[in-house]
């Protein structure tokens, strides 16, 4: 066989990462999230058939989602025994222990193991191959999290298994069943492909630097098949073997996040053997951060167009106040049209909640900030603990105690991330103190043209009641100026040859008289609010500097 076609002891391992808690978990993914938030589905009955039920129709909320998905693959895709079905295997989510770390396999059920392991032969390119692997179900702090191991063992029946094609790849990942798509975990996934190089692989590697990627090309493309291929990222060594990384963390949505990984030494596999729960924890916190980081840019354009919508709006309410009218109304001191004051007014009743709802997506894209940084200080922690654990043993060598190919992702990712959101949060928040101020400018104009409307109509009740006191004085007094003897004499009119009854003409000059009083009234009000604009506007002048 062509060493380029061919893997030794090929395994697919996959890390699936799904909400436990809703309430509890970090990143409040339900609750907070831009879509929207679902109350979570509700246990079976406890009479229920202790077999398998189907999912419900949104996963997103079913707290098994996992198991059903991982009874799915097996059953339906690998064709794995049935035992599988049987709920009595794992913990559902009421009768699960307290602890950051709960093992939701009943022991009794599997010999005692802390997985679910499965078998079965196949026929591939006319070669009968074995195929071996185990399910296991854990509850990682508020996380369900399960790892699934599909493989062709190193050994069977203590001899070596012959090496396969790449085609392989095909059929432990059956209708791309292990994809993100597929899978749909609240959390997302990673993807681990590893397999052994042989003396010619490793030989060409020396010789060719492509050699290995163009290897790692091959086994994704056997593995995903009528889809597109997700993007090369970049390459290092991890526990001494090369390892190929998919998928970048900056675009979540681009395809799935999967490692290849190339054993070259047989310390590489004690390592990781001994190591696998810890990436289990090492792949939940990094799922988690760019969950977080993938909600935050989802948040970034919800906010950005609330932005953009409150800018015009202000904008729009500005130019409306500024019209050639209005200010020319304004000096005559005729104030405001009763629409525009109705507009104003609707303004200051709908401005406050948006204000509410626009800080309330900041502090969502906030907390996200701080569960990046939770998140990446655990996958940081835990790297330490691995980094001390493999040295304490003092029998492995710097380049494979070297976790630099995972740190990447704490030391370098990560700070972006956190970078990009405070930019985002330095630039937004400017507009939470300009909506502010419109609204005080918006509540400023109502209330004057109010206080203006109240003083005008203070004005007219005072020149009112003036004017007809003054008219009941004026007719109280008539009679004294006008001899009422006979009743109905004829009054002649000044500078007119006509006369006029004596009780109409005490009705006309009081009226007069009363309306004389109100307009004067009036009209030393308005003169004198015109006197206070000619002075504020000279006082005005005064201030500007000279040209």
């Given at each position: 066989?062509?060493?380029?076609?061919?893997?030794?002891?090929?395994?697919?391992?996959?890390?699936?990462?799904?909400?436990?808690?809703?309430?509890?978990?970090?990143?409040?993914?339900?609750?907070?999230?831009?879509?929207?938030?679902?109350?979570?589905?509700?246990?079976?009955?406890?009479?229920?058939?202790?077999?398998?039920?189907?999912?419900?129709?949104?996963?997103?909320?079913?707290?098994?989602?996992?198991?059903?998905?991982?009874?799915?693959?097996?059953?339906?895709?690998?064709?794995?025994?049935?035992?599988?079905?049987?709920?009595?295997?794992?913990?559902?989510?009421?009768?699960?222990?307290?602890?950051?770390?709960?093992?939701?396999?009943?022991?009794?059920?599997?010999?005692?193991?802390?997985?679910?392991?499965?078998?079965?032969?196949?026929?591939?390119?006319?070669?009968?191959?074995?195929?071996?692997?185990?399910?296991?179900?854990?509850?990682?702090?508020?996380?369900?999290?399960?790892?699934?191991?599909?493989?062709?063992?190193?050994?069977?029946?203590?001899?070596?298994?012959?090496?396969?094609?790449?085609?392989?790849?095909?059929?432990?990942?059956?209708?791309?069943?292990?994809?993100?798509?597929?899978?749909?975990?609240?959390?997302?996934?990673?993807?681990?492909?590893?397999?052994?190089?042989?003396?010619?692989?490793?030989?060409?590697?020396?010789?060719?630097?492509?050699?290995?990627?163009?290897?790692?090309?091959?086994?994704?493309?056997?593995?995903?098949?009528?889809?597109?291929?997700?993007?090369?990222?970049?390459?290092?060594?991890?526990?001494?073997?090369?390892?190929?990384?998919?998928?970048?963390?900056?675009?979540?949505?681009?395809?799935?996040?999967?490692?290849?990984?190339?054993?070259?030494?047989?310390?590489?596999?004690?390592?990781?053997?001994?190591?696998?729960?810890?990436?289990?924890?090492?792949?939940?916190?990094?799922?988690?951060?760019?969950?977080?980081?993938?909600?935050?840019?989802?948040?970034?354009?919800?906010?950005?167009?609330?932005?953009?919508?409150?800018?015009?709006?202000?904008?729009?309410?500005?130019?409306?106040?500024?019209?050639?009218?209005?200010?020319?109304?304004?000096?005559?001191?005729?104030?405001?049209?009763?629409?525009?004051?109705?507009?104003?007014?609707?303004?200051?009743?709908?401005?406050?909640?948006?204000?509410?709802?626009?800080?309330?997506?900041?502090?969502?894209?906030?907390?996200?900030?701080?569960?990046?940084?939770?998140?990446?200080?655990?996958?940081?922690?835990?790297?330490?603990?691995?980094?001390?654990?493999?040295?304490?043993?003092?029998?492995?060598?710097?380049?494979?105690?070297?976790?630099?190919?995972?740190?990447?992702?704490?030391?370098?990712?990560?700070p972006q991330f956190q970078e990009q959101i405070k930019a985002d949060l330095g630039y937004f928040r400017h507009s939470?103190?300009?909506?502010?101020?419109?609204?005080?400018?918006?509540?400023?104009?109502?209330?004057?043209?109010?206080?203006?409307?109240?003083?005008?109509?203070?004005?007219?009740?005072?020149?009112?009641?003036?004017?007809?006191?003054?008219?009941?004085?004026?007719?109280?007094?008539?009679?004294?100026?006008?001899?009422?003897?006979?009743?109905?004499?004829?009054?002649?009119?000044?500078?007119?040859?006509?006369?006029?009854?004596?009780?109409?003409?005490?009705?006309?000059?009081?009226?007069?008289?009363?309306?004389?009083?109100?307009?004067?009234?009036?009209?030393?009000?308005?003169?004198?609010?015109?006197?206070?604009?000619?002075?504020?506007?000279?006082?005005?002048?005064?201030?500007?500097?000279?040209?």
């Amino acid at each position: 066989m062509n060493p380029i076609s061919t893997v030794y002891a090929p395994n697919v391992h996959l890390f699936a990462f799904h909400v436990w808690d809703i309430l509890a978990s970090s990143s409040n993914p339900l609750a907070n999230s831009p879509q929207q938030a679902l109350p979570p589905t509700s246990n079976p009955p406890a009479n229920s058939p202790q077999t398998a039920l189907p999912p419900t129709s949104n996963p997103a909320i079913d707290p098994e989602h996992l198991w059903y998905k991982c009874n799915e693959i097996l059953q339906e895709k690998l064709r794995v025994p049935a035992e599988f079905n049987d709920r009595n295997l794992y913990k559902n989510q009421t009768s699960q222990p307290k602890g950051r770390r709960v093992n939701l396999i009943v022991k009794a059920e599997v010999n005692n193991r802390e997985s679910l392991p499965f078998d079965k032969e196949i026929q591939h390119h006319n070669q009968q191959i074995s195929l071996a692997g185990f399910a296991q179900m854990l509850r990682i702090g508020d996380s369900y999290a399960l790892g699934l191991n599909i493989r062709v063992p190193e050994k069977t029946n203590g001899t070596n298994t012959p090496d396969v094609d790449l085609s392989i790849f095909q059929d432990l990942n059956p209708d791309n069943c292990l994809l993100r798509d597929s899978v749909n975990s609240y959390f997302g996934q990673t993807l681990l492909l590893t397999a052994w190089l042989s003396p010619d692989q490793k030989q060409e590697a020396e010789e060719d630097s492509q050699y290995l990627q163009s290897l790692a090309q091959k086994c994704l493309k056997n593995f995903i098949s009528g889809q597109d291929l997700p993007e090369f990222y970049r390459e290092g060594e991890l526990f001494g073997s090369p390892i190929l990384e998919y998928g970048n963390p900056s675009y979540p949505n681009a395809g799935d996040h999967i490692l290849i990984w190339f054993f070259s030494s047989a310390t590489t596999g004690e390592i990781w053997d001994s190591r696998y729960s810890d990436f289990l924890d090492l792949f939940l916190y990094r799922n988690k951060t760019i969950q977080a980081y993938q909600e935050s840019r989802a948040y970034y354009y919800q906010i950005r167009q609330e932005y953009e919508k409150i800018t015009e709006d202000i904008n729009e309410t500005f130019r409306y106040l500024q019209r050639d009218t209005a200010p020319q109304r304004q000096l005559k001191g005729t104030g405001l049209k009763p629409e525009e004051l109705e507009y104003l007014e609707g303004k200051t009743i709908e401005m406050p909640p948006r204000a509410v709802n626009y800080a309330r997506l900041l502090m969502d894209l906030e907390f996200r900030q701080n569960t990046i940084a939770i998140n990446a200080k655990n996958y940081q922690d835990k790297l330490n603990q691995i980094s001390l654990d493999i040295k304490a043993r003092k029998k492995y060598n710097d380049r494979e105690c070297d976790l630099k190919f995972l740190k990447l992702f704490s030391q370098e990712t990560c700070p972006q991330f956190q970078e990009q959101i405070k930019a985002d949060l330095g630039y937004f928040r400017h507009s939470t103190g300009l909506l502010d101020k419109a609204m005080e400018a918006i509540r400023g104009v109502v209330v004057i043209e109010e206080a203006y409307r109240d003083a005008k109509l203070e004005v007219t009740i005072q020149a009112v009641g003036l004017g007809l006191g003054i008219a009941g004085v004026v007719a109280g007094s008539a009679p004294y100026l006008i001899k009422q003897d006979p009743p109905n004499q004829i009054v002649a009119l000044p500078f007119l040859k006509v006369g006029i009854n004596s009780f109409a003409f005490v009705l006309l000059i009081s009226i007069g008289a009363g309306l004389g009083v109100s307009l004067f009234v009036m009209w030393s009000a308005k003169s004198k609010n015109l006197l206070g604009k000619f002075k504020n506007l000279l006082n005005r002048n005064k201030q500007l500097p000279p040209p």
